[in-house]
């Protein structure tokens, strides 16, 4: 008869025993599950890791680069960051120079960094995740830039010509492309020479080139150049091939190039894109504000035609990928104001 109850007390305590144990092994995973979200929490950046940053542009020759020099100098006052412009072959390799981490912010064509975000186009299959917006800054016209004493005056009258068509990985190779083919035209139908903006209005004004594409925002120090030696001419799209691009392609815009610009008496009607300002995600939220208020706050005091043009207001405006939680931030700061 003793021997009912001692196997009823072993039988409770094995019980309270794995009552026990799973609740010490439920604390062990919450410990876990803590501890794992801290150590991915610590290997995040900060900004004190940070004594250096460089903002990728385009050629010397071309919109981004003073602007990139301006930036750079703004964003060492705010953050104490030393901060450089450099030289580059643009859009399409900026946003690869990014995803490698050879550099922390560029300047590139919304409809360049859209591209890289799907894996499409030139980014074919590969697609750049690790690379989110700043803020677009303002409209980038596409050129075709010749000489009045060259004969011509239509995209048709490219037929058997040399013509730039922008440096290896620049988004200008797109847009060149694209427009052609709105014309009835392809790279077939042209002789394509690969030529970033400085060397583009060299070869123009030595007679080894034709015509050049030029995507950026004008007036382009390479086109003034170009206008200092020789009579130059922007052949127009037409508006009702305008259209068409932008049925195909959105992320197309009219625009019109005043009258005066290079020196031409009368506006002349072209496309454009959108030029914007891109950064690594890895770059801390603080940070990402502070470049980000540096940039738009200053925008203002800048010497280039451009910079009436770069509004906080209009940041986010055409942006095709992620924003950056830090220029997020900043945005919505001035939207509630």
């Given at each position: ?281 890895e770059v801390p939220e603080d940070l990402g504000y502070e470049i980000t208020k540096a940039i738009y706050d200053n925008a203002s005091k800048l010497q280039h035609a451009k910079g009436k043009l770069i509004k906080a207001e209009k940041g986010l405006d055409g942006i095709g990928i992620p924003v ?14």
């Open positions: 008869m003793k021997k009912k109850p001692l196997r009823l007390f072993v039988f409770i305590m094995m019980i309270a025993l794995l009552v026990l144990s799973a609740c010490n092994s439920g604390e062990s995973n919450e410990t876990e599950k803590e501890t794992g979200a801290e150590k991915e929490t610590d290997t995040g950046k900060s900004k004190d890791d940070y004594k250096f940053l460089s903002i990728l542009t385009g050629g010397t020759q071309g919109t981004y680069y003073p602007l990139g020099g301006s930036f750079a100098d703004y964003i060492t006052d705010a953050t104490g960051v030393k901060t450089t412009a450099e030289v580059s072959q643009a859009s399409a390799a900026n946003m690869t120079a990014l995803q490698d981490g050879e550099a922390d912010i560029a300047f590139v064509q919304t409809d360049i960094a859209y591209y890289a975000s799907k894996g499409e186009l030139m980014f074919d299959g590969e697609v750049i995740d690790n690379v989110s917006a700043i803020g677009a800054l303002y409209p980038e016209t596409v050129q075709l830039i010749t000489l009045e004493k060259n004969g011509i005056k239509t995209y048709e009258d490219l037929k058997g010509k040399k013509v730039s068509v922008g440096a290896p990985g620049s988004g200008t190779y797109a847009n060149a492309e694209q427009l052609l083919e709105i014309h009835g035209l392809t790279m077939d139908d042209i002789k394509p020479q690969s030529l970033d903006f400085g060397e583009s209005q060299e070869s123009l004004q030595a007679g080894q080139i034709d015509a050049a594409f030029i995507t950026a925002g004008t007036p382009t120090g390479a086109v003034e150049g170009l206008n200092a030696v020789a009579s130059v001419f922007v052949v127009p799209v037409e508006d009702a091939k305008a259209d068409e691009l932008i049925a195909k392609y959105p992320y197309y815009a009219k625009e019109i190039i005043p009258a005066g610009t290079y020196g031409i008496a009368t506006e002349t009607p072209a496309v454009s894109v959108g030029a914007m300002l891109v950064i690594q995600n950056h939680p830090g220029a997020q931030k900043y945005f919505d700061e001035v939207i509630k104001k």
